[in-house]
């Protein structure tokens, strides 16, 4: 003999108790019912005896303390969360008593809204809302929102919201409790015509004339079934399940909600609250700005130290006289002329430079300039890479036959000249010689160390030895390596040859990477710190993400209830309350690179220097967005945790 096919609804000796306040208390006690499919039923029972917990299991919206619980033989506790939500979103379609519309929404929407987490195309969702709409009388009032509709009209658009997924059951918990009897009799006539085409309906009520509507009646007492209409064919049949039965066919989960879709719902969430929105951007809109801003600002003034020192030159190696083990006991007389035409020969080597270098005073009528006077060579001129403003620069002959003139820098100039640019052709009087001013070099400003180096006064090194130093050895020599790839190299190559010719390490060599690099790390270092104060701002407006976020879950719950109850994954859930924390981040970080900028500029016109380069909006940006990620996360999670029994009972 065929086995009987399982009943559509079947409970085995269901019990559920609840822990409240230190006592236990058992809302349904040994329940064993079955509902065939088809069947008008109507679960009658006083407050507190236990019908709409009874409801809240046969929905899957709870779940038994004891007992066995099968729809169409899947035994209900053997099910995942994700089958669950299938069940709740195509076999079962409720009508709350409270109607459970949400009121951000229109009636359209609020009907569609299961249609969502079935992945009905938004096309076709609509038609079905708008057709079930019009079939309840209710096509002229589809954009109206639930505050603007009636208690029967709100109850409908729940009826039409319960049928747009097709639902085989439909579970309406006091559906005429909040109507009046004119309104009650259309929702229970409805109700009437769903069964006749063949869909199941269970009726929770207390209300004995509404309960006759249904061709059987199911009494409830104390969590106890004391009537049941049926129970002479219910005690005759064998439609009872046994525990654990193995249904034929797997219950399959529907995948989760597009990210367009959540998207959706995201921007309509945050629409509704728009102030707190706004409150919420500004903390991360501020944070955003900041970083990008102090970024800029650390940045830009590395690069403006870095460009003095490129003005300086950072292929350029220095020789000063002097080793590690040398005491200084004044002059230092170990570098010479021709230790400076000894390294002209050496590969990579492009200028050479000897200085020799002592402080004069300088005169032209009434003026006077204390300062350094340098002996030197035409190479000076290419390895400091400096310019002329006016004149020339002396020559090689003017180095053979002691030349008595001088180039003066642009600081020099204006000090001994009421106009400097009248200086070329004019004597100056220096250590009681004249000499005539054939040049004047393009300012450079101040150095990377905040010296003026534009207080140059240039002779030929055999004129300055003749009539200034007295003595031939050298200051220092400057060489310029033919770039700053060989710069080291060339170091290295000075260094021993200048070792070779003396026998000692009687010398100092340094090129200008070790300034470089100690700059950029401190630059850097700065950059760093002024971002990470910057970031804390940052910080803080997550933790106000975190917050609203949280204050949305605890204020949305009966909204969340709402969503699983009509088929709704906690993956959908998390997804959703994520997406909003993200929606935040990303729009309060554009708006923070924007503003970033726009204090950036304003910044630039205080002659305060910054960077404008990509690396801190995008830094910003990110970080933004992994706050939303990361303070986003916990709220959404604790979101998809909730049970829908207990969202929806939320006050």
Request: one cysteine or more; charged letters at 20%.
């Amino acid at each position: 003999m065929a086995a009987s096919k399982p009943s559509l609804i079947a409970l085995q000796n269901v019990t559920r108790q609840y822990q409240t306040e230190g006592m236990q208390v058992k809302a349904l006690d040994d329940i064993s019912l079955t509902i065939e499919k088809g069947e008008f039923v109507a679960i009658m029972g006083q407050s507190g005896s236990g019908k709409s917990t009874l409801m809240n299991i046969l929905g899957c919206l709870d779940t038994p303390s004891d007992g066995s619980y099968t729809i169409n033989g899947h035994d209900v506790s053997q099910l995942s969360n994700d089958q669950l939500s299938a069940l709740r979103l195509k076999t079962f379609g409720f009508v709350f008593q409270r109607y459970q519309l949400l009121p951000s929404l229109s009636a359209l929407d609020n009907v569609a809204l299961p249609a969502i987490y079935s992945h009905t195309p938004a096309q076709e969702r609509e038609q079905k809302a708008q057709a079930l709409l019009a079939r309840l009388g209710l096509g002229d009032r589809q954009g109206h929102k639930p505050g603007e509709l009636s208690g029967g009209q709100q109850q409908r658009v729940s009826v039409a919201r319960a049928l747009i997924n097709g639902a085989e059951v439909i579970l309406a918990d006091e559906p005429t409790g909040a109507l009046d009897s004119s309104s009650g009799e259309q929702l229970l006539s409805l109700l009437k015509d769903l069964h006749e085409e063949g869909v199941t309906v269970i009726l929770i009520t207390h209300d004995a004339a509404v309960a006759e509507h249904a061709h059987r009646q199911i009494h409830l007492l104390d969590g106890k079934i004391v009537a049941d209409t049926n129970d002479a064919e219910r005690s005759t049949s064998n439609h009872a399940t046994p525990a654990h039965t193995t249904a034929e066919k797997v219950i399959a989960p529907f995948k989760s909600i597009s990210g367009f879709a959540a998207l959706t719902m995201a921007f309509s969430a945050l629409r509704l609250n728009w102030f707190r929105t706004l409150l919420t951007l500004l903390g991360i809109i501020i944070g955003v700005a900041a970083v990008v801003t102090m970024m800029a600002i650390g940045e830009g003034g590395k690069q403006d130290v870095l460009k003095k020192i490129e003005a300086i030159g950072t292929n350029l190696i220095s020789v000063r006289p002097g080793g590690g083990n040398m005491r200084n006991t004044g002059e230092i007389a170990t570098l010479t002329l021709d230790d400076a035409e000894a390294l002209r020969s050496l590969p990579g080597v492009i200028y050479v430079a000897p200085e020799r270098t002592s402080r004069k005073t300088i005169r032209f009528a009434q003026n006077d300039f204390s300062g350094r006077i340098t002996g030197t060579t035409p190479d000076y001129l290419y390895a400091k890479d400096w310019e002329m403003a006016q004149g020339v620069f002396f020559t090689e002959d003017d180095v053979t036959h002691y030349a008595p003139v001088v180039v003066l820098g642009d600081t020099v100039a204006e000090t001994l000249f009421d106009d400097k640019y009248q200086a070329v052709g004019r004597y100056v009087l220096m250590a009681n010689s004249l000499y005539q001013v054939i040049g004047v070099l393009k300012a450079k400003g101040a150095s990377a160390g905040g010296s003026d180096q534009d207080d140059e006064v240039l002779i030929p090194i055999s004129t300055g030895r003749l009539k200034v130093f007295g003595r031939a050895y050298l200051t220092g020599i400057t060489v310029k390596a033919s770039g700053s790839d060989v710069a080291s190299t060339v170091k290295d190559a000075v260094l021993a040859t200048l070792v070779q010719r003396h026998g000692t390490e009687d010398v100092m060599v340094f090129t200008t990477d070790s300034l470089v690099e100690a700059v950029t790390e401190t630059q850097n270092t700065l950059t760093w710190l002024l971002a990470s104060v910057a970031a804390i701002s940052l910080f803080v407006g997550g933790i106000g993400v975190m917050n609203i976020m949280l204050v949305n879950v605890t204020e949305r719950k009966r909204e969340i209830g709402l969503r699983m109850a009509t088929g709704a994954k906690p993956a959908d859930i998390l997804k959703q309350f994520n997406i909003e924390a993200w929606v935040v981040c990303i729009l309060g970080g554009a708006l923070g690179v924007i503003l970033g900028y726009g204090i950036i500029f304003l910044v630039s016109q205080f002659a305060i220097s910054v960077a404008y380069t990509l690396t801190p909006p995008v830094l910003a940006f990110v970080t933004s967005l992994c706050v939303g990620v990361i303070f986003g996360y916990a709220p959404a999670l604790k979101a998809s945790r909730l049970s829908p029994i207990d969202a929806l009972s939320e006050d």
